[in-house]
């Protein structure tokens, strides 16, 4: 009696959480193999659109049979479906395709209904962000100019009281200038002097 061949745990989970089919397929070294096709989830639809765009048929297969780094960290990177012959990868990739083809395609149209939907909100929001931050601003300047007004305040204030007790001085009137010209000097006296005429 022939068994399947046994399943690890993250296959088993993810056998029981998607539906999808069994098919057998040809390996390169002449072996038939039992493959499970999977059914995605929702949040892997738009990885699945994604290699369909890119046309990323292996890419596809891996996906939906569990051998991608989406399923599985020990994946990542390995082209695993090339141990299959090109007419079994064919039957994968068709296969695959018409488990999640038409699903991930109403997904990609329920998003589109849905955010053309949420529009007028989105706008709402972003107008109430705009005007949020706008406030925040406002606040910000106001804050400080009212912080340097008052460093203005208090500079001023100390200047005022570093020269309170000084008083300025004005000229004396020795030391004012004058309009009138400076007599010349007077002349040193004479050795011989001439004596006072009487009259």
Known sequence: MNRPPKKSKAERALAAACG????????NDGREENVF???????????YIALCLDGDEQGRIQLCIGESAEWDKKYHNKRTSNRFTVESQVKLVTLADELNFHTALSQI??????IG???PLMKRLYAMQASMMEDAFKKMVDSATS????????????????TAGATISSPSPSNAPTNEPT?????PPSDTSTPPSTP
């Open 109 to 114: 149209e329920r998003k589109k209904n849905t």
């Open 37 to 47: 096709v999977r059914q995605l989830h929702l949040d892997l639809c738009d990885r």
């Open 147 to 162: 912080s340097f007004m008052a460093l203005l305040s208090s500079a001023e204030a100390r200047l005022k009281s570093g």
């Open 20 to 27: 999808g089919q069994r098919i057998a397929v040809m390996r």
């Open 183 to 187: 007599p010349p000097p007077a002349s």
């Open 117 to 119: 939907g949420l529009e």
